[in-house]
């Protein structure tokens, strides 16, 4: 794919910091079926978050270029989204895209722009019909004009929705919201003395939201990958080998049910 280089953030995370296989996507959920309880409500997670990992290894093993696993992934998360939903889960957060992705190629950058782009313009009448809103959890500023337009449309046309919000996780760090949220709470001018973990947490991009209770990684690693470190402190882990294009509703409930299994005690 051929084009000047990408003009990448200056403080993006060097090449050596790059996981060995991150797999970003795209969000796009599509139609939104009545509520099927798996569990009742008070076992359900209000926050669930997902790491979407093995794309490219699916795209792999299928000999298939890697974009296609991207493609893929995309697909995955229409179905994952309208899942959620039936099953009753308010909130959810997927890892589109990492600032450590920007170590890689500018074709494969450029492709996922274009399938967040993409996504999001196919999409935006739809979700606005389903009454599903979208939030933009990263630095919007950093990213291409057409990528940022397109995400702020929909940001506008969805801003009324109330039965599912899913938040895009794109040029997203949790080490750099924790500075973003830093420099937010300095030019308040607050007290030092007076700050407290409310604060920094009204000024994280996840302001006004719970934590995550369940945080799903796909692909068979077992780590966060600099995703939601803050909200994430009490999060229940969830792994699996499955890759992302193939982690569908059953999967989903898998995780749902494990979820439920679980004691949580908050150091009590």
Do not use: C
């Amino acid at each position: 794919m051929a084009g000047s280089p990408l003009a990448r953030p200056t403080d993006a995370p060097p090449t050596a910091h790059r996981p060995a296989d991150e797999a970003p996507g795209a969000s796009a959920p599509t139609s939104i079926a009545p509520v099927e309880p798996l569990l009742p409500e008070t076992d359900l997670p209000r926050h669930v978050a997902i790491i979407m990992d093995g794309n490219r290894r699916w795209a792999r093993q299928r000999g298939l270029a890697e974009v296609e696993g991207h493609a893929a992934g995309v697909e995955a998360i229409r179905t994952l989204l309208r899942h959620a939903v039936r099953r009753g889960v308010p909130v959810v957060t997927v890892y589109a895209f990492s600032r450590e992705n920007w170590a890689r190629s500018d074709d494969e950058v450029r492709a996922l722009f274009a399938l967040l782009e993409g996504a999001i313009r196919s999409e935006t009448a739809e979700l606005k019909a389903q009454g599903v809103r979208i939030r933009l959890l990263g630095r919007l500023d950093e990213l291409p004009d057409d990528t940022r337009r397109s995400i702020e449309e929909a940001l506008a046309e969805t801003a009324d929705g109330s039965r599912l919000l899913l938040n895009v996780a794109f040029n997203y760090a949790g080490r750099t919201e924790l500075v973003d949220a830093v420099r937010r709470v300095a030019a308040s001018g607050i007290d030092p003395a007076t700050i407290d973990e409310t604060t920094i947490a009204d000024a994280l991009y996840t302001a006004g939201l719970p934590d995550p209770d369940l945080v799903i990684r796909t692909g068979g690693e077992q780590r966060l990958s600099n995703f939601l470190i803050w909200q994430a402190a009490y999060a229940e882990l969830y792994t699996t080998e499955v890759l992302w294009p193939d982690f569908g509703a059953d999967a989903f409930d898998a995780a749902l049910l494990e979820f439920a299994s679980r004691t949580r005690r908050f150091g009590r």
